[in-house]
Nanobody
Framework: QVQLVESGGGLVQAGGALRLSCAAS????????MGWYRQAPGKQRELVAL???????QYSGPVKGRFTISRDNAKNTLYLQMNGLKPEDTAVYYC????????????WGQGTQVTVSS
């Protein structure tokens, strides 16, 4: 059973930066998409950043220009570099990997808390 282990969350002041990591316990084959989601208290989980079709990336409006998604295949690790953090970025962040020809395999990390103080 593949596990995704997240790290890198924490408390940071507004304007600061954090880098989240999501390490897979083993190599995942036929990856179709990788992404980061976040869920703030009382809100639905939302997509923050997505990498699909190889290295093509897309970002939600609120984080575009501040966050960067990347991967290190040799380390089976997905990253989210977050710069210029704002209090509204406060949430639990989850990584997700979709695999299989029909996207039938969905893997989720356990979540890591990011808190941005004003």
């Amino acid at each position: 059973q593949v596990q995704l282990v997240e790290s890198g969350g924490g408390l940071v002041q507004a304007g600061g930066a954090l880098r989240l990591s999501c390490a897979a316990s083993e190599t995942i084959f036929n990856i179709r998409a990788m992404g980061w989601y976040r869920q703030a208290p009382g809100k639905q989980r939302e997509l923050v950043a997505l990498m699909a079709n190889g290295e093509r990336t897309q970002y939600s409006g609120p984080v575009k220009g501040r966050f960067t998604i990347s991967r290190d295949n040799a380390k089976n690790t997905l990253y989210l570099q977050m710069n210029g953090l704002k209090p509204e970025d406060t949430a639990v962040y989850y990584c997700n990997i979709m695999a299989g020809d029909l996207y039938e395999y969905a893997y989720w990390g356990q979540g890591t808390q990011v808190t941005v103080s004003s």
